[in-house]
């Protein structure tokens, strides 16, 4: 069993700056990719940011350049720092991490965008 656990979350006021940290515990044989997703009140959960274990990452393009996407492969973890938010932004933030053995997701963090 692998656990997921995100963090960081709260309010800030637009144009601020955030850091979320995700960290997965328990039986990890190996993280392929440590994901974040996001999903808005009534609104589908859409992909944000992906970093493999490698260190190649790729984005969503409406946080290209507001958003950095990196990880501790010592320690197993994932952030995601997060400038420049906006109100638009306002999302529970999921952290998917892939490994050989499945997906594990976990319980969200909110992150609130204040104007």
């Known amino acids: 069993q692998v656990q997921v656990v995100e963090s960081g979350g709260g309010l800030v006021q637009a144009g601020g700056s955030l850091k979320l940290s995700c960290a997965a515990s328990g039986s990890i044989v190996r993280l392929d990719s440590m994901v974040w997703y996001r999903q808005a009140s009534g609104k589908e959960r859409e992909w944000v940011a992906t970093i493999y274990s490698i260190g190649t990452t790729s984005y969503a393009d409406f946080v290209k350049g507001r958003f950095t996407i990196s990880r501790d492969n010592t320690k197993n973890l994932a952030y995601l720092e997060m400038s420049r938010l906006k109100p638009e932004d306002t999302a529970v933030y999921y952290c998917?991490?892939?490994?050989?053995?499945?997906?594990?997701w976990g319980q969200g963090t909110q992150v609130t965008v204040s104007t």
């Open positions: 998917k991490m892939g490994g050989r053995s499945g997906d594990y």
